[in-house]
């Protein structure tokens, strides 16, 4: 079982970019998936979550509503959507399944660099 | 919003030693308090879930406790490869919470 995170960039204050997250020996569309980001240096932020039927999405209020989360059955994939990036959205973007059995994360992928500056 | 609070935030330890990590959280959260680990440039691993439930695959000598408001995770027998950061969360409400996290060194 694995996540691959691919599309990190750097991208300018202001822009848009899209992150995915690819699964191989799971299928994603059985569990709840979840964005997480950290910062150079700093610890872990909670980005997103996306249920497992895509009927749910929920974002950290601090992100004030520049982010999406969609799912792409198709590639059993999910990708996270980021619109009028800041300087502070600079991180390692990291895509996590969640357990089945109880909500902890039990898979993490290897994470994805966004650096946003001009 | 709920805040959670670890501590300390670093701590230094020796090979063999046995430390205890706090973290507390401003409501109660039941059991909905789970563990990880991180190495430097690594995604984080999965330790303890369910304040005190050992992760398949986790060594034994990591163990969590506590209920409410108040957990630990205890390590006990210190390995080299333990040194790395630690951090709880809750899962209580559906926007994921961590705590700043506790760098443990040698």
């Known amino acids: 079982e694995q996540l691959v995170e691919s599309g990190g960039s750097l991208v300018r204050p202001g822009g848009s970019l899209r992150v995915s997250c690819a699964a191989s020996g799971l299928r994603l569309q059985d569990y709840n998936i979840h964005w997480v980001r950290q910062s150079p240096g700093k610890g872990l932020e909670w980005v997103s979550l996306i249920s497992w039927n895509g009927d749910s999405t929920v974002f950290a209020e601090s992100l004030q509503g520049r982010f999406t989360i969609s799912r792409d059955p198709s590639r059993n994939g999910v990708s996270l959507h980021m619109n009028s990036l800041r300087i502070e959205d600079t991180a390692v973007y990291y895509c996590?399944?969640?357990?089945?059995?109880?909500?902890?994360?039990?898979?993490w992928g290897q994470g994805t660099l966004v650096i946003v500056s001009s | 919003d709920i805040q959670l609070t670890q501590s300390p935030s670093s701590l230094a330890a020796s090979v063999g030693d046995r430390v205890t990590i706090t973290c507390r959280t401003s409501q109660s959260i039941s059991n909905y308090l789970n563990w990880f680990q991180q190495k430097p440039g690594e995604a984080p691993k999965l330790l303890i879930y369910?304040?005190?439930s050992l992760q398949m695959g986790v060594p034994s000598r990591f163990s969590g406790s506590g209920s409410g408001t108040d957990f630990t995770l205890t390590i006990s027998n210190l390995q080299p490869e333990d040194f790395a950061t630690y951090y709880c969360?809750?899962?209580?409400?559906?926007?994921?919470?961590f705590g700043q996290g506790t760098r443990l060194e040698i």
């Open positions: 369910a304040a005190s």
């Open positions: 969360q809750q899962s209580y409400y559906t926007a994921i919470i």
């Open positions: 996590a399944r969640e357990a089945s059995a109880w909500p902890a994360i039990d898979l």
